[in-house]
Each structure stands twice: as C-alpha cells, then as structure tokens.
C-alpha cells in the first residue's frame, strides 16, 4: 500500500513539475516577445528623435503648409487661457465654433478688431475683398 502511494505522490509532483516548467517556457517566449517589441520601439523612438534634431519633418497630420484656419487656431490657442469663458462655451475652440456659426449666419458682416478695450465692431455692408469667414 505504501508503495502504491508513494508512485501516486511522485505522479503527482512531476505533473505539478511539468506544468511549473511549461508556465516558466510561456513565460520566457512572452519575455522575449516583449524585448523584441521593445527594441524596436526604441529603435522608432531614437529615429524620431534624431529627425527631430536635424529638422526633419516626419508624417504629421496638418499639411506642410498651413492654412489660415490653422495658422489663426494656433494662435489663438497661443494667446487665449485654455479655460477661457466664451459665450456659454469654454476654451479656444468654444470662441472658434462660436465665430464659425456667426460667419455662417452673417455672410456680408465686416467684423474688424479696432482695439482690445473698445471691443468688436460690426457692420452689416458688404465685407471688404480682403475679408473672410472665420
């Protein structure tokens, strides 16, 4: 009897065994996987920095020319608090969406910035040839 449980004890352990080993293989592939990963990250990561310092422009999202638009958001966001209050809505882009639809809804209005502490001054003539929507 006491063999008998002593081979199902030995049984036993080497299954516990097998499966610690298999969980350490796993393991050791997903590691090697990740270093892999990693490195080629890196690799990305330094390309990208070393563009970066000789000036070299890599894909970006706005075109190599900016427009208006996004010249004028840019510097709107330069210039403006990010938490800006303006009619109703809050930040840069609240005061843009907020002259989009007023330029949408006013097409012949000349809107002319005289100086900050006078404030805006519309008109309702026809714009001038160098005027656009917002």
Not at 71 to 100: K, S, T, Y
Request: positive net charge; proline residues 4%.
């Amino acid at each position: 009897m006491f063999k008998v449980r002593m081979a199902e004890y030995r049984q036993r352990r080497r299954a516990i065994q097998q499966r610690y080993k298999q969980r350490m293989v796993e393991k050791t592939v997903v590691l090697e996987e990740d270093v892999v990963r990693l490195r080629k990250e890196i690799q990305q990561l330094e390309r990208k920095q070393s563009n970066v310092d000789k000036g070299v422009v890599m894909k970006t999202e706005e075109p190599a020319i900016p427009d208006n638009a996004n010249v004028h958001r840019r510097f709107l966001q330069a210039a403006m608090e990010p938490d800006v209050i303006f009619n109703g809505g809050c930040g840069v882009e609240a005061a843009l969406e907020n002259w989009r639809l007023v330029s949408l809804h006013h097409e012949v209005m000349d809107i002319q910035l005289v100086r900050v502490e006078e404030g805006l001054r519309a008109r309702s003539s026809p714009p001038s040839a160098d005027a656009r929507p917002l």
